[in-house]
T-cell receptor, first 113, second 113 residues
Framework: GESVGLHLPTLSVQEGDNSIINCAYS??????FIWYKQESGKGPQFIID?????DKRQGQRVTVLLNKTVKHLSLQIAATQPGDSAVYFC????????????FGQGTELSVKP | DTAVSQTPKYLVTQMGNDKSIKCEQN?????MYWYKQDSKKFLKIMFS???????INETVPNRFSPKSPDKAHLNLHINSLELGDSAVYFC????????????FGQGTRLTVV
């Protein structure tokens, strides 16, 4: 039977492999989409953002892809390292909303050495 | 120096008590926030303040009263604590409203017994 409550989606990868973390969003009016990383016992930490009129943005070892047609956001991490192990959250925000971030469900990334 | 610091880190208290969590940021930011993270890791905005002015109150019970004596501080006072208030509370700041990069404190784990 189903367990009560939801477990965080998990992704387990081997060190050195690439990781892809996915997120579905619902608000087409959002102006920015953002990825945050939360390590155990710490607060979320900004990774990268993408404006809604873009479809790809690259950072250091990370790439964010935005597909507005299917309302899908992904974070790609190249050459995943043990230090990348954390919970990753997608978030969205839009102007005139007081700066609030609307977070999605997190994904727990576990990197095996 | 810690950018966003909140105290205490842990807080265990009985139902019905009143407690406060303090937050300070030394980044010179204009906007500060309180977020609540539940046991399933879901993060939700509670309040945002810009230059000491309340911008967002996300339908939080009025037992929760934020206070911003200056733009570097945003404290959270909670009256008549309930079991359902148990969560991790994060303070955050951003340069101003609309910035996607928020800096989070380490969190305060509140346990109501």
């Amino acid at each position: 039977g189903e367990s009560v409550g939801l477990h965080l989606p998990t992704l387990s990868v081997q060190e050195g492999d690439n990781s892809i973390i996915n997120c579905a969003y619902s608000n087409s009016a959002s102006d920015y989409f953002i990825w945050y990383k939360q390590e155990s016992g710490k607060g979320p930490q900004f990774i990268i953002d993408i404006r809604s009129n873009m479809d790809k943005r690259q950072g250091q070892r990370v790439t964010v892809l935005l597909n507005k047609t299917v309302k899908h956001l992904s974070l790609q991490i190249a050459a995943t390292q043990p230090g990348d192990s954390a919970v990753y959250f997608c978030a969205e925000t839009y102007y005139n909303q007081g700066g609030k971030l609307i977070f999605g469900q997190g994904t727990e990334l576990s990197v095996k050495p | 120096d810690t950018a966003v610091s909140q105290t205490p880190k842990y807080l265990v208290t009985q139902m019905g008590n009143d407690k406060s969590i303090k937050c300070e940021q030394n980044l010179g930011h204009d906007t500060m926030y309180w977020y609540k993270q539940d046991s399933k890791k879901f993060l939700k905005i509670m309040f945002s303040y810009n230059n000491k002015e309340l911008i967002i109150n996300e339908t939080v019970p009025n037992r929760f009263s934020p206070k911003s004596p200056d733009k570097a501080h945003l404290n959270l006072h909670i009256n008549s604590l309930e079991l359902g208030d148990s969560a991790v509370y994060f303070c955050a700041s951003s340069q101003d409203i609309g910035k996607t990069e928020a800096f989070f404190g380490q969190g305060t784990r509140l346990t109501v017994v």
